[in-house]
């Protein structure tokens, strides 16, 4: 019944659906409808979300690509899209969950495996490929705790889908979640978090460079707020206010995640009197706050900051990826909404590499005991830096789950 409804549902949304992903996607309507570039040698097609998720497909299309396996790659956003493209990896607009988008795409393609990056729990897709006899690996796989409450409600979307899935799950408790939706627990492998085993783009030394270059001598205390949330932007502000009453040499580097939410992070900084200059406008003078309007350049930002806050966990949002600052050896601060990375917080905070805060108030301290004590500063560094290093190898477990799939 569950299923009946909706086919019924997407069939009439589809006009407006894919007029409005068409929009968001740059005209990619072709591929949104399933008319992908035809494909003959049989690839791991490897599906990701957003730019996260892109940056964990990258990297296993890597460890894939020397082994003799063909990739396609494939995203949802239009940030993750943009990612892929830098990077020259020719990736293509994931069809809509459309029966015959769907079938029209796997037709094309014809892989030998699909991978889908953490959540990608499409039931029309799922069915299709099911049908086809497609092997399915959910890597870095992983679901909210609000995303299992939905799913467990809407369980019989998938009918069959999921009987041919094999998942690689973050940790034990994510596999016992999967297994509750109906992932039998011989398909399901505990592989370990692949965002730990990120590490900076290419282009890192010169986007290093590049923003240096924009900060004022002398250059004071620099925190970054990295992929700041919608709601936060006026938080992250009043925390640098309040620093700067204790420390008037700090200077803040604002990365929203949303690139639209710029002009608002900006707004906030500029409504407490705070000198703010957005980075695509090079600026010259001094700022006391810097609004990153651009793709690609936090690692470089968190590379140059004493301390960093890693954002949406001040709103309840479940949080962003506190590994990247980590690995470069930072201290991190987060909010308490740090659901959808519960597990590198936690780790974090157990090795007193992070600080957890409840709002700006409290931000404003816990930077300022950090960035006036250097022995502390160095301290936690060492500790997040070490605790990440320890728990990298996720990516090559993962490449072996998928090419385990690739030899039944």
């Known amino acids: ?91 293509r607009a994931f069809p809509a969950d459309l ?49 299992l409450k939905r799913t467990l409600a809407f369980k019989g979307l998938f009918g069959h889908g999921l009987e041919n899935v094999h998942v690689a799950a973050q940790s034990e408790e994510q596999a016992g979640r999967f297994e509750r939706l109906g992932v039998s ?44 949330r919608e709601g936060e932007e006026r938080l992250v502000a009043e925390a640098h206010y309040r620093l700067m009453k204790e420390v008037p040499s700090a200077r803040l580097i604002v990365a929203p995640r949303h690139l639209g939410r710029a002009a608002v992070a900006m707004e906030e900084a500029k409504r407490l009197g705070l000198n703010c200059v957005r980075r695509t406008n090079e600026p010259e003078g001094a700022w006391s706050v810097m609004i990153l309007d651009t793709i690609g350049e936090l690692w470089a930002a ?29 201290p991190v601060l987060f909010g308490p909404s740090m659901e959808n990375f519960r597990e590198p917080a936690e780790m974090l905070l157990a090795v007193r590499a992070a600080l957890r805060v409840e709002g700006p108030e409290a931000l404003a301290f816990g930077l300022k005991q950090i960035l006036l004590d250097e022995g502390r500063r160095e301290e936690m560094g060492r500790a997040a830096a070490s605790a990440v290093a320890s728990s990298r190898g996720a990516t090559e477990r993962t490449a072996e789950a998928v090419l385990a799939r690739l030899k039944r």
């Open 1 to 91: 019944m569950l299923w009946f409804v909706y086919r019924i549902f997407t069939a009439i949304a589809a006009p407006f659906w894919l007029a409005f992903l068409s929009i968001r996607q740059g005209g990619r309507l072709r591929e949104r409808i399933g008319l992908v570039p035809r494909r003959f040698d049989g690839p791991v097609w490897i599906q990701a979300v957003s730019v996260g998720e892109a940056k964990l497909a990258s990297r296993l299309g890597a460890i894939l690509r020397p082994r003799g396996i063909p990739i396609f790659l494939t995203s949802t956003t239009s940030t993750g899209l943009g990612l892929l493209e830098r990077e020259e990896l020719g990736p």
């Open 99 to 147: 029966p015959f988008a769907a079938a029209i795409a796997l037709g094309r393609v014809k892989p030998a495996c699909i991978v889908l990056v953490e959540t990608e729990l499409w039931p029309g897709f799922l069915r299709q490929a099911a049908r086809r006899g497609i092997p399915v690996v959910i890597v870095n796989a992983r679901i909210s705790d609000r995303s």
């Open 185 to 228: 627990q011989r398909q399901i492998t505990v592989a370990g978090n692949m965002k730990y085993d990120l590490e900076p783009p290419a282009t890192f030394l010169k986007q290093q460079l590049a923003l240096k270059r924009l900060i004022p001598e002398p250059a004071g205390r620099i925190w970054v707020a990295g992929s700041v």
């Open 302 to 330: 968190y590379s140059l900051g004493e301390a960093a806050f890693v954002g949406g966990s001040l709103v309840a949002l479940g949080g962003q990826n506190p590994v990247e600052p980590a690995f470069l050896g930072k």
